[in-house]
C-alpha cells in the first residue's frame, strides 16, 4: 500500500508504484493486462480527485495471491459509489468492463474505524 497526497502528479504517482509492484508479482510490463491495470488505478485516483476532494491523502496498494491480482483505492469520503450499471459513471463503467475482461469484478468496502471506502477491482491474472 502506498499512500499518495491527492493534488497534481497523484496520477502518474499512483500508477508508478503500482507499475513497480506488478513487475514485482511476475506480471509482464507493457502486456494488455498491465494496460489493464494501469488504466483501472488512473481511473479510480482520478473518481478521488474528482470525487473525494477532501481526502488529503488516497491509499493505493495491490495484492496478488492464487492467481488473482486486486487493487484497491481508499480515500476518507464516506459516500459509497454507486456499483450498479445504470448508477456508475463512464470510468467506473470502463473500470468494471476492464476488470469483467479478466474474469474479475469491481466492489466497494466502508472503511473499518473511521470515515472513508476503498473501492476492490480483482482480476484473474492471465496465464
Do not use: C, Q
Not at 43 to 71: F, M, Q
Not at 95 to 123: I, M, N, P
Amino acid at each position: 500500500m502506498v499512500a499518495v497526497s491527492v493534488g497534481p502528479g497523484a496520477v502518474t504517482r499512483a500508477r508508478e508504484a503500482v507499475a513497480g509492484h506488478l513487475t514485482d508479482a511476475g506480471v509482464a510490463p507493457g502486456s494488455a493486462f498491465t494496460d489493464a491495470v494501469l488504466l483501472v488505478v488512473s481511473e479510480l485516483v482520478t473518481n478521488v480527485l474528482r470525487h473525494a476532494a477532501r481526502s488529503p491523502v488516497t491509499d493505493v496498494g495491490i495484492t496478488v495471491a492464487a492467481g488473482h491480482l486486486v487493487v484497491s483505492v481508499a480515500d476518507t469520503e464516506p459516500r459509497l459509489p454507486d456499483l450498479t450499471p445504470a448508477g456508475m459513471g463512464t470510468g467506473l463503467l470502463m473500470v468494471a468492463e476492464l476488470a469483467a475482461s479478466f474474469d474479475g469484478a469491481v466492489s466497494v468496502e466502508t472503511a473499518a474505524g473511521h470515515d472513508g471506502k476503498a473501492v476492490l477491482v480483482r482480476f484473474l491474472i492471465p496465464a
